[in-house]
């Protein structure tokens, strides 16, 4: 295990949208090594306020540059210090810590579905699905890498959607007020896909780029194609799509939040309840969890 | 590269200024900071909060953790437990609240799985252990006896996260009294009884405890504290109460290692809010003869490594050639 712990060089800090803001650092050690899902840990502060690290995903990693990328959204008393700085400035980081979304050989059509900021881990697991994609699989014969559903509250909070395009991603924006793309939620594109009420051609929503070599399959056959979902976002958005994967049957990952200290799997603070006995812990065990491993809250055990 | 500096987890940066701190100190001759609490032979005074620590494994990822004065294990019970439900942490003002509810794999599973490791790191490994009853207090400690290297026991009478035991031992002299003489009991290393802050008298407790047969007290464990959120009006934690550390409870820390060292004779560990040498040598100076760090672990996994330092340092400058010198020297 290779593991960073020190300072690194701010490159680039922009809000890219209202409270949305993207950090580039300088960081060849987890450049280097980081895998899609994995985060690093944040001190925001030089002081005891606030005290502990902020756990956030890794958005890219680009090892021949050495730099990682991050999206946050600034919610509390961390991320707001974390929006104050600049270029240059240093930053205290750990990591790449967690397990990542495992990138499964023969996968054929991987499908992304992202809430919010739960987007920013499922960029570099676009790049790289995209990166290991490999001439048999069905999508690369279709000349495209995947589906994406791409959640968010309103068009002006929408990121990293051409990222996705370039990365082969036929991508459907859904929005909560219909201000772009689908009215509603990503989870609403996933049932009707995965149910067959819906054709790979025909989910198209007029902001999907290549649209014109769209693949048409009948969803019979789409549906039988071997895929995985792998999801982040909100744990409403979780909890929907563990339901929809488990009645059709499709691998799924889901990369999950907790309050977390140490983010090493020393305080056991992260816990998650695992569908086995006692408790996983999010920053070791996770934060990516293969869908039938952990119970979210206010589901039932099985 | 110096090679003291291979393998310290320290980017490019501080290398190069630890390098150069470390030209400019190679000639000096560092004051002493080896420590020995009741027969526990340390290298340094430093050691690791349990429950701060995992078993030692995840931080060996950062650095050579046989550099510590000795490392505490997480809490372990008789049998496994799977501990509180989530939230399980939550920050505070210059702290944070938990209530992990002693998640640990028992400690049967500790001498199979964690202890084959531990025992090689080279320097002493203390096993916290924590009961429902008196009798679990004995069959732990009387278990561990049978390993090979440990080097002490801390009975845990101070945990407020859990349903039986725990913080209910550490409140009253009696019960605190019964604990500990049962871990004495069923052992003969050297027996820590690590003491709750939750108390109206921590003179007492600590004077019921070493009469119990203590060899040492370590104090102080987290202050009773709760959360509740305003969203769902409800306490944040399912326990309700939670256990509150970090620089928030430094100096209520520092008061009561002042008072316990005014009472007993034996030696004391200091923890409770530690993060930098500074606040160590304050510890010392109230009556600690070891420290341990706990939170600051998790905000610099580096933190025991440069207290050590630090403290080395001090020391030095000030020319202070033992630690005995200023254990307790404010009183």
């Not at chain 1, 060849?28 to 895998?35: G, L, T």
């Not at chain 2, 001498?111 to 679990?136: F, K, M, Q, S, Y």
């Not at chain 2, 009294?177 to 069923?186: D, L, T």
Request: aromatic share 8%; glycine share 10%; net charge negative.
């Amino acid at each position: 295990m290779s593991l960073f712990c020190g300072l690194v060089k701010i490159k680039e800090n922009a809000e890219i949208a209202p409270g949305i803001y993207r950090m580039m650092m300088e960081c060849p050690e987890v450049a280097e090594c980081a895998v899609p899902g994995q985060f690093i840990h944040i001190r925001c502060s030089d002081t005891h306020s606030p005290l502990l690290r902020r756990p956030i995903s890794i958005a890219m990693a680009d090892k021949s540059a050495g730099l990682i990328e991050i999206f946050y959204r600034v919610v509390g008393e961390g991320t707001g210090l974390l929006a104050r700085k600049e270029k240059q400035d240093m930053l205290d980081i750990m990591g790449p810590l967690g397990r990542g979304f495992p990138l499964q050989p023969g996968l054929k059509l991987p499908i992304i579905v992202g809430g919010g900021i739960g987007m920013a881990p499922l960029l570099f697991l676009a790049k790289s699905l995209k990166e290991n994609a490999t001439s048999s699989d069905y999508c690369c014969r279709e000349s495209f890498t995947g589906l994406a559903f791409a959640g968010f509250a309103t068009e002006m909070e929408a990121f990293g959607m051409s990222f996705l395009e370039d990365c082969g991603f036929k991508v459907h924006i859904c929005t909560d007020d219909g201000s772009m793309g689908y009215k509603g939620y990503p989870t609403d594109l996933l049932e009707k896909y995965l149910g067959g009420s819906i054709f790979l051609s025909s989910i198209s929503t007029g902001e999907i780029a290549g649209a014109a070599g769209a693949p048409g399959c009948p969803a019979t056959e789409a549906a039988m194609l071997p895929s995985a979902v792998y999801a982040c976002g909100p744990e409403a958005l979780l909890k929907k799509v563990k339901e929809i994967v488990s009645r059709a049957k499709v691998p799924a990952y889901l990369s999950l939040e907790q309050r977390m200290a140490c983010g090493v799997g020393a305080c056991l603070g992260c816990a998650v309840k695992s569908a086995g006995s006692g408790y996983l812990k999010v920053c070791k065990d996770g934060p990516v969890f293969e869908v039938n491993q952990v119970i979210l809250s206010q589901e039932t055990a099985p | 590269m110096d090679e003291r500096f291979l393998n310290t987890g320290w980017n490019r940066y501080e290398v190069e200024r630890a390098e150069k701190l470390q030209r400019q100190t190679d000639e000096v001759v560092f004051a002493d900071i080896s420590a020995n609490i009741c027969g526990i032979a340390m290298k340094n005074p430093v050691m690791v909060a349990s429950g701060t620590f995992g078993f030692g494994e995840e931080y060996a990822g950062f650095y050579d953790i046989s550099r510590l004065g000795a490392i505490v294990t997480k809490g372990l019970t008789l049998e496994p437990r799977c501990g509180n439900p989530p939230p399980r942490v939550y920050e505070t003002p210059a702290g944070m609240l938990n209530s992990i509810g002693l998640e640990n794999p028992g400690v049967e599973e500790f001498i199979r799985r964690e202890w084959p490791r531990l025992c090689r790191l080279g320097i002493p490994v203390i096993a916290n252990i924590d009961g429902d009853t008196v009798d679990d207090y004995y069959r732990m400690a009387r278990r561990l006896s049978e390993l090979d290297g440990l080097a002490a026991v801390e009975a845990n009478i101070s945990c407020p996260n859990v349903e039986k035991g725990g913080m209910a031992f550490g409140q009253y002299p009696e019960s605190a009294y019964e604990a500990v003489k049962a871990v004495r009991e069923g052992t003969n290393l050297p027996v820590i009884a690590k003491l709750s802050p939750n108390v109206t008298d921590i003179q007492k407790i600590a004077e019921a405890v070493v009469d119990a047969g203590a060899d040492a007290v370590s104090l102080i464990n987290t202050l009773q504290g709760m959360a509740i959120d305003i969203h769902t009006k409800k306490p944040l934690f399912c326990r309700t109460f939670a256990g509150l550390s970090g620089p928030a409870v430094k100096p209520v820390a520092v008061r009561m290692v002042w008072q316990v060292y005014e009472t007993v004779k034996v030696p004391i560990i200091g923890m409770g809010g530690i993060t930098s040498w500074r606040d160590a040598v304050e510890f010392i100076l109230a009556g600690a003869s070891a420290i341990s760090v706990g939170t600051a672990n998790f905000v610099d996994p580096f933190a025991p490594l440069k207290i050590i330092s630090g403290l080395r340092q001090y020391m030095t400058n000030q020319g202070i050639k033992t630690l005995n010198e200023i254990i307790g020297a404010a009183h």
